[in-house]
């Protein structure tokens, strides 16, 4: 049954602490997206990858928030310093390019006090 | 203008009635339009594509695209209590090669 997964699952930090988020794709797909979902805001795209190359990170508050692709199987976000308005539920998804269908993983909530 | 519109609801239709959920776009040279499913808590769950004008169907689903207008569609024939959820329409817009989100329309099928 393939389908991404992400760890954690849930985070809860204080105010200036490093987070870091992961993601492992499914296997073959050459395409990684990283969103943010909150309720003012809805789904943001974030950044986006293809065959590990970072393809677009406007989504991205560049100052804290960075995302990297190691390898084929391991996608990262990390915020640092995170601040309370980081809080909201991440998601990882995986696909065949930007105008394909994209599978999403299930999600990392995080919560910054 | 937000690149990708939908009526947040929230849509209420018994149970074996026909949904009708819509999204309209704003670029005209958008390619791939998707229709997502959201229950509450979890990730959003892949429905639909559609690429081309017209009809698509799936079992109870049915997408509808019209580019001339447009507008992306999604019906749900005899719909289900379990098809309560947040249903999200998705566009690729080719300027710029992005991907869109509608902020999503709520939908509560009542027994």
């Known amino acids: ?113 | 203008q937000k690149e990708v519109e939908q009526n947040s609801g929230p849509l209420s239709v018994p149970e074996g009635a026909i949904a009708s959920l819509n999204c309209t776009y704003s670029d005209r040279v958008s390619q791939s339009f998707f229709w997502y499913r959201q229950y509450s808590g979890k990730s959003p769950e892949l429905i639909m594509s559609i690429y081309s004008n017209g009809d698509k169907e799936d079992g109870r689903f049915t997408a509808q695209l019209n580019k001339a207008s447009q507008y992306v569609s999604l019906l749900i024939r005899d719909s289900q209590p379990s098809d309560s959820a947040t249903y999200l329409c998705a566009v690729n817009i080719e300027t710029g090669n992005q991907f869109y989100f509608g902020t999503g329309t709520s939908l509560t099928v009542i027994p």
């Open chain 1, 1 to 113: 049954d393939a389908r991404v997964t992400q760890t954690p699952r849930h985070k809860v930090t204080e105010m200036g602490q490093e987070v870091t988020m992961r993601c492992q794709p499914i296997l073959g797909h050459n395409t990684v997206f990283w969103y943010r979902q909150t309720m003012m805001q809805g789904l943001e795209l974030l950044a986006y990858f293809r065959n590990r190359a970072p393809l677009d990170d406007s989504g991205m508050p560049k100052d804290r928030f960075s995302a990297e692709m190691p390898d084929a199987t391991l996608a990262t976000l990390k915020i640092q310093p995170s601040e309370p308005r980081d809080s909201a539920v991440y998601f990882c998804a995986s696909g065949f390019g930007v105008g394909y269908e994209q599978y999403f993983g299930p999600g990392t909530r995080l919560t910054v006090t």
